[in-house]
């Protein structure tokens, strides 16, 4: 057998997909999945669009395209970010992508030398670890505190980093913010640091309590790439993100694109911009927004019934999910194993953090069930919960997770 | 500004997607692209898949998907191996890919280190040379005669090789092919050495002339991996690939394919799954074939009529692309500032050439145009060759050509 290259030695599969296939039982109340509820997706406006621009122009829909992406989509963002946040985004700062998934391997590929010290929020998304950990970064992390990350930790792990990687509004796993305080701290952080900043926002615009903030992006344009996506408000089936850059970076993540796969499927895009065009899209968003902001209430209030005084819960006011800290010595992967028994899934936090530690944590979804089966799903956790004391849930020494993959 | 990866050192964007920018004018006569021609669409039985997909499975079409691929598709395409070319391939061995564009990617990824030996063809694919240059091989080239490679050439670049790709039919940029002797050859070279191959066979299906051929990858699919697209045969606007591998090889495929863009396009994988179910595929494959088969016929008879006797030129059996050689010292990027200006374009070939040489070659494409519009590009460009006569068109020493990209 010949040598496979050395990037790939420690890629693993992703640990979610592999609990996902456990949760295929259509039995199991599933919290871990990361899916958008498909009662949110615009099936009948998707298929006018479909057959709108297949009928006027299918034979452009099913060319080949330009590599940046289809210039009426990019000009949409472009006045999207303008419109909302009040930023100055131009249409050529646009690269659209084949989902943010993709715009994390162009970002990694473009700024990331294999050794190059890569800070990330801990807990911090888990396919930005793996997108990154192929080219085999030092991996440098910051805790998050309700508000953001711990200045003191980040200053110290911003010296002499390449790129500091960063979900600033309902992160996942966290459902965590930055403040507007701490939004303001750390553009002042990076300002004159020899260090990219990747900032991922693929929640935004999923906003259901507090006031909307414009990302850090808008207060340090330079060095800083700035990604999006249709995936939580049209539908993921297209893969279409995108990625907010300038200049020379820009240039790079263009020529990086075009190797990668040349464009972006140009029925999905033309697509999706015909939805856009044909719609009230306000409308849509807020529609999701009140869905998700019900099921978010409806799985905070299971949880301060059932769940146990000493587990901590976030309170994100926006996204897709919770985030629980079980006690110390107590094992969600332990849990896990409990709860399955019970047909309840979650995820383990210890895949969302690349030092290592994080076992007692876990990751709670409430985007894809009811309120009824959040109440019994949560009752059933809070059940194996305290059947975990007693150390039966402690951690065993040296266990194999399958790691952040 | 923080530093970029070294990698993206030398990239440069595709030479061919920046001449593509001059032949937007449409009264320019274009040898250049390498699209398929549109009038190949199946737009109207694409129309009719799209609405059946999304008014019988809208919110799948539109939910995550598995990295994997549509299982329905991957039948397919494993179905018409078995079929047509009487090979043993299955479902699993199946990896869908965003284009086959993106299959370079990840084979490159998983494969290569930078500073590992890698062998292609002289010339070589302009796509394969940008995708994996990316990841900094030592490159080695491979004369093509008419029949396939030049196999002492091969046989001495193998030595201590990573990888050897190749497109064994209908090549881009030559059109030649492998005959079934050197088909055999190659494989017996590979045999009990420590050396992927990479096998990209996009034109396949579009076979117009001579005995069809199984791929290489039938006789040796231990370390090797296939690839397929639809981009010729349905439509690239879908960003539709594929790659054959088995065990090892498609495990590390997937992981890298998840952190890549998690999978590709749901809605796109049933759209042309259902195409392909609805309709009559050898039929529409025919029509394709005698298209191409009747252009390519008409340039050659354009090439007969007019092209000076001492220019060589290829003569493909299927595919897209003519390949022609000037006789030595001439320029083809000089012959191409005379034939811009005669409004007619074409790909200088030495952006195929991973050595630097090549500068007297270039590549015709004769899928896009009729056969009156093809005789009077052709007329003219053999004008300009004619005015290149007496050194008029002989390489500047030193001249940048922007590269390989």
Not at 10 to 32: M, N, W, Y
Not at 63 to 92: F, N
Not at 119 to 142: C, D, H, T
Not at 359 to 367: H, I, P
């Amino acid at each position: 057998m010949p040598q496979f290259a050395e990037r790939m030695q420690g890629a693993q599969r992703s640990f979610i997909r592999e609990i996902l296939k456990v949760t295929a039982d259509p039995t199991v109340i599933s919290f871990a999945g990361g899916l958008p509820n498909p009662a949110s997706f615009p099936v009948d406006a998707i298929k006018a669009a479909a057959n709108a621009v297949l009928t006027e122009s299918g034979a452009s829909a099913l060319q080949y395209s330009p590599t940046e992406g289809y210039l009426p989509l990019r000009q949409w963002i472009a006045a999207r970010y303008r419109a909302k946040k009040g930023m100055d985004v131009d249409p050529a700062d646009i690269l659209i992508t084949t989902g943010s998934q993709q715009a994390l391997d162009l970002a990694a590929k473009v700024l990331v030398n294999a050794g190059d010290p890569v800070v990330i929020e801990k807990p911090g998304y888990l396919g930005a670890i793996q997108a990154l950990s192929i080219f085999r970064p030092n991996w440098r992390s910051v805790p998050l505190h309700d508000d953001g990350p711990d200045l003191e930790a980040l200053e110290k792990a911003l010296s002499g980093a390449k790129l500091f990687y960063a979900v600033t509004s309902f992160q996942n796993p966290s459902g965590l913010s930055y403040s507007e305080e701490k939004r303001a701290q750390v553009a002042e952080l990076l300002r004159h640091r020899k260090c990219f900043f990747l900032e991922d926002d693929p929640y935004g615009e999923l906003r259901f309590a507090g006031r909307d903030l414009p990302p850090v992006y808008a207060q340090r344009p330079e060095h800083s790439l700035l990604l999006g996506t249709f995936s939580k408000i049209a539908a993921p089936g297209f893969r279409l993100g995108w990625i907010v850059a300038k200049g020379e970076v820009m240039e790079r993540l263009v020529i990086a694109k075009q190797a990668a796969d040349l464009h972006t499927g140009s029925l999905d895009q033309m697509i999706v911009e015909r939805f856009l065009r044909d719609n009230d899209f306000e409308a849509h968003v807020l529609r999701i927004r009140k869905l998700y902001g019900g099921q978010c209430q409806a799985m905070q209030e299971s949880i301060a019934r059932h769940f146990p005084k000493d587990v901590h819960v976030t309170r994100p006011e926006g996204g897709m999910f919770l985030w629980a800290t079980l006690p110390e010595g107590v094992s969600s992967m332990e849990l896990l194993k409990l709860s399955v028994a019970e047909k309840v899934a979650f995820v383990p936090g210890e895949a969302f953090h690349v030092d290592g530690t994080g076992d007692n944590t876990l990751r709670l979804n409430y985007s894809n069930a009811d309120a009824a089966t959040i109440d019994e799903g949560i009752r059933r956790l809070a059940g194996c919960m305290e059947a975990c004391r007693g150390g039966k849930c402690a951690a065993k020494a040296g266990a194999q997770h399958g790691g952040q993959g």
